[in-house]
């Protein structure tokens, strides 16, 4: 199976490259969640659907519904970190349905967990935008050849106001080196 509605191809094996990615950055955030939301299971479920899929499974409607549980429960997280790590947790089960789609917005499913780290780490470090750089370096380093091709598919992130889009921008820019 690839997917080949949209301006290119991405083969099942890309699409679990971009959900490991995503799923390597959700998993170092969700005790951030579950810290601030012990009885909230929706974004762990989220995390072993993305992983599910990343060890091989078929994608299924369990990463779209766990998804949105996720982003769900970010909705009505407590702090920013909280919410930022629910997003997360929910960006890696999407990450199985990354659309092969030329857009800016793409992006996001692929870097937007990492960001969401660096921004996290940021917030941990009393705002010090150090402690951003230096997840963005580690999500650089992290990121293997083939994620890279699969990004350079798609326009740069979009340029957004907020502190993790600014993020998102640092780590999309490079990966392009």
Known sequence: MTTTAGDFEL???????????????????LPVFEAACPDDPRPRRALDAARTFVDGA??????RVTALDAHRAAATAPSE???????????????????PI????????ILRAAASAARIAELAADHDPAAAAAAVEAARARATPALVAVLLRYPPAPIGRSRQAALMSALDAALRG
């Open 11 to 29: 083969t099942p094996d890309e699409l679990r490259v971009v959900a490991r990615y995503a799923a390597d950055a959700a998993a170092a955030l």
């Open 58 to 63: 078929p994608r299924t409607m369990l990463q």
């Open 81 to 99: 970190s909280a919410r930022l790590a629910a997003q997360a947790a929910g960006d890696a089960a999407a990450a199985a349905y990354l659309h």
């Open 102 to 109: 030329a857009k800016a917005h793409q992006v996001g499913h």
